[in-house]
């Protein structure tokens, strides 16, 4: 086995005993990223030097018996929403394709403090919108599992990095699913977190209300390992909670006993590829006779495309049209050339800068927002998010988590859905929605299709209750293996 396919904890007990050093563990990596990146693409950038000489400085610190962060010596990728000091951030997009980033996101400096190694930054679906992966300005990545399908969107190449072991871990942001979504499509774990966990201070924001970072692992335990590390108040993002972060790795093997697992009845209503229905349904089975309770559930609102998706797609693209303002040619970005007055200037910079997906979304979040059309739609969609909270409060009062499905299928084809908007939108039916009610999540990889793609199921649970959260995934891995 290659030292890059190490999970995290593996990679810091392995350098602990002395079998590696942080310079050769990144060395392995990087060839992997070498041998893998041409058929993938899932790096838009690769800093291999500086990402070799912080792990010199990991290495002469370890060598000195100095005490060493929770991650020493960790090659980690980040995905390309997130500001890295010195870096390109270009989230995706040819409007921010020069950006240079002058300060770290939170999270990014916290994985330095935790003494991480950063690879570099990953493709993504351009400004975090898409479920696919093929909206980036830098090509779209592949699934390492099968060349002609996505990874998922739109952390698809945070996801595609760790599946192709050509990262021990990553980074990735959620806003309607982009975390869990490519990390079940690609065989991976994926968390998103409760809103307010993790700081979002250095997030290229989409829609602010709903974006949330979260970790890309091998295993649970590492997702819990990343998540306590990025977790925590910061007084840069108002939005960040001062609640305690736990030691999300302590509880993890006290098992599912005493748990009672809810089972939203309209998640295995029709839409649900029967072998991803039958495989969570397994992975239920498999918990119930590990001593946890099954009890189904029903989530009259929150269960339903027609208010779930819609009320997602209205709330977050009126968010990204006022964030995306800001790109404007003049504060940020590629700023077209030929223009001869500042009107002209505007928008050429912004209708080159964009792609189509980012355009339909500003222009449908404009539209929702404007005054006539603002009652019937934003403010609509509003109430259903209300009722949407709502509906998990209810089925929270009868059980401890959720269990479902991440996506209706596995990973598509590449070119599947790209023409039909509606289609890719539909897609995100079970994941839009933990980010509407603020709730944390995570996508396991419980079992591999006929055809040998992945299928991941998803675990919901009440805000900041990530602990048995990962307490249930980390059973359900064990029982998947
Ligand atoms: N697929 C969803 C969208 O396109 C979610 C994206 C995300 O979570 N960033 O908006």
Redesign the pocket.
Known sequence: MSQAQWTAHEAIERQNSGDISSVELTQAVIERIDAENGRINAYVHVDAPTALSQAEQIDARRHRGEQLGPLAGVPIAIKDVMCVRGGRTTCGSRILQDYVAPYDATAVSRLRSADAVLLGKTNM?EF????SNENSHFGPTRNPHSIDRVPG???GGSAAAVAAHAAIAALG???????R?PAGYCGIVGLKPSYGRVSRYGLVA?ASSL?QIGPLTKDVEDTALLLGVISGHDPRDATSVDIAVPDYREKLQTGVEGLTIGMPEEYFAEGLDSQIAAAVEGAAARLEKAGAKLKQVSLPVAGHADYCVGA??VV?TAEASANLSRFDGVRFGYRAEQATDLQQMYHQSRSKGFGDEVKRRIMLGTYVLSAGYYDAYYLKAQKVRTLIRDDFSRAFEECDLLLGPVAPTTAFAVGEKIDDPLQ??L??IY??TA?LAGLPGVSVPIAHADDGLPIGAQLLAPAFAEETLLRAAYSIEQMAN
């Open positions: 679906d975090a919108m898409g479920s969107g739109s952390s942001s959620d806003t309607g699913g982009s975390v979504q989409y974006d997602y797609y977050a890719m939108y897609n995100d994941t839009v980010n």
